[in-house]
């Protein structure tokens, strides 16, 4: 499979805890992006890797938050003293440098439950 | 970006074709309609993209009327497994990130 690949699917936490998440990209995507989309809406941009850089950063991303992409390819996102209002889905996604308008590859996320 | 605006729900019968409306009266000049859909539980799946010319492919067609203030996605024989929330979403060629509204929920009945 040479999807976006999220790990894990699933991830319990008790409130306080640190969690994080991987992806992996599509090979060769340069482009990287986090979105959280919690029940019933739509997906909400985090933040967005061009190669190792992060370019931008979404209001959402609190200082609680961080994302890393070291070397380019995979990518973390950290959360770190987690509250129950951080129960989502964590989607990553990632697009090819080969046209300015390549469209976003979506994983199937990391659904989140604080407790 | 400019905001789009769908139908909060729509029904189809299995077999027929599933017209998806999006109005975006606000689109500018260098901004791209995304097509996107969602299936429970999963990410969103890109279905199709355009900026003033009609497109297809083996999923979908997107018309794109002459003023460019509204699309339709249309699936041509739709099947249950259609059944997801569907997002129009417009971009500006260039950007990075796409922004994503409510969406339509589509259920294809049998």
């Known amino acids: 499979d040479t999807g976006v690949s999220q790990n894990p699917r699933h991830k319990i936490t008790k409130r306080g805890q640190n969690v994080t998440f991987r992806c992996d990209p599509i090979?060769?995507?340069?482009?990287l992006y986090w979105y959280r989309q919690t029940l019933g809406q739509g997906p909400e941009f985090l933040t967005y890797?061009?190669?190792?850089?992060?370019?931008?950063k979404s209001r959402l991303l609190s200082d609680r938050f961080s994302a890393e992409r070291p070397k380019g390819s995979f990518s973390t996102l950290e959360i770190q003293r987690t509250e129950q209002g951080d129960s989502a889905m964590y989607l990553c996604?990632?697009?090819?440098?080969?046209?300015?308008?390549?469209?976003?590859?979506f994983g199937n996320g990391t659904r989140l439950t604080v407790t | 970006d400019a905001k789009t605006t769908q139908p909060p729900s729509m029904d189809c019968a299995e077999g027929r074709a599933a017209n998806l409306p999006c109005n975006h009266s606000?689109?500018?000049?260098?901004?791209?309609v995304y097509w996107y859909r969602q299936i429970h539980s999963q990410g969103p799946q890109y279905i199709i993209h355009?900026?003033?010319n009609n497109e297809t492919n083996e999923m979908a067609s997107l018309i794109i009327t002459e003023d460019r203030k509204s699309s339709t996605l249309i699936l041509p024989h739709a099947t249950l497994r259609d059944t997801a929330v569907y997002y129009c979403?417009?971009?500006?060629?260039?950007?990075?990130?796409?922004?994503f509204g409510q969406g339509t929920r589509l259920t294809i009945n049998p």
């Open positions: 996604a990632s697009s090819s440098r080969d046209s300015y308008n390549s469209p976003l590859h």
């Open positions: 090979s060769e995507h340069n482009r």
């Open positions: 890797f061009q190669n190792e850089a992060q370019l931008e």
């Open positions: 606000t689109i500018s000049g260098n901004e791209y």
């Open positions: 355009g900026l003033k």
């Open positions: 979403i417009v971009r500006v060629g260039g950007a990075q990130k796409l922004v």
